[in-house]
Antibody, heavy 118, light 107 residues
Framework: QVTLRESGPALVKPTQTLTLTCTFS??????????VSWIRQPPGKALEWLAL???????YYSTSLKTRLTISKDPSKKQVVLTMTNMDPADTATYYC??????????WGRGTLVTVSS | EIVLTQSPGTLSLSPGERATLSCRAS???????LAWYQQKPGQAPRLLIY???SRATGIPDRFSGSGSGTDFTLSISRLEPEDFAVYYC????????FGPGTKVDIK
């Protein structure tokens, strides 16, 4: 069974750096074609893709956020980490990680709500 | 960046009725790399359709997808009570973008 679970702080202050961890099971991020993405969703709003890392350690970022994002992986720990710098209240959202293999994002983690407030 | 537009914003229907949701792309979506997701309140999105028309594992056959190029459709043949939710389209042919969503609510 493939599962993913997001973890990280529920509250961060403006200008701080956010670090989120996606811990997965049931698949390997060293298998050709396997990728993990981060997606976020502000309360009551639509989904926004943030970043992707693939089996070959290639990384892809949202054009609008790429200067603030870093994605990395530790296959041995079955984890993918996302850092986002200079957090702002507009970054308040539920952050999801999801697996992809070239046919959409499936499955998704349950998400973790991050609130940015002083 | 490919921008996706979904219509209508809200669709009010009764159980048993047919739902037709539209997703239009600002540029052609290569190789029909278009997916549909269902999201219920407080839950993560669930993949329904990939490749524009292929159902994901475990998805009932009342869900179907069609289209190519810039115009895509998700159809739900007969709405069940559990189908009332928000539906998002996503293109994954050139980077990744999601549409704004269509809410299907009970009339």
């Amino acid at each position: 069974q493939v599962t993913l679970r997001e973890s990280g702080p529920a509250l961060v202050k403006p200008t701080q750096t956010l670090t989120l961890t996606c811990t997965f099971s049931g698949f390997s991020l060293t298998t050709r074609g396997v990728c993990v993405s981060w997606i976020r969703q502000p309360p009551g709003k639509a989904l926004e893709w943030l970043a992707l890392i693939d089996w070959d350690d290639d990384k892809y970022y949202s054009t609008s956020l790429k200067t603030r994002l870093t994605i990395s992986k530790d296959p041995s720990k079955k984890q993918v980490v996302l850092t986002m710098t200079n957090m702002d209240p507009a970054d308040t959202a539920t952050y999801y990680c999801a697996r992809s293999q070239g046919s959409g994002f499936d499955p998704w983690g349950r998400g973790t709500l991050v609130t940015v407030s002083s | 960046e490919i921008v996706l537009t979904q219509s209508p914003g809200t669709l009010s229907l009764s159980p048993g009725e047919r739902a037709t949701l539209s997703c239009r792309a600002s540029q052609s979506v290569s190789s029909s790399y278009l997916a549909w997701y269902q999201q219920k309140p407080g839950q993560a999105p669930r993949l329904l359709i990939y490749g524009a028309s292929s159902r994901a594992t475990g998805i009932p056959d009342r869900f179907s997808g069609s289209g190519s190029g810039t115009d895509f459709t998700l159809s739900i043949s007969r709405l069940e009570p559990e189908d009332f939710a928000v539906y998002y389209c996503q293109q994954y042919g050139r980077s990744f973008t999601f549409g704004p969503g269509t809410k299907v609510d009970i009339k």
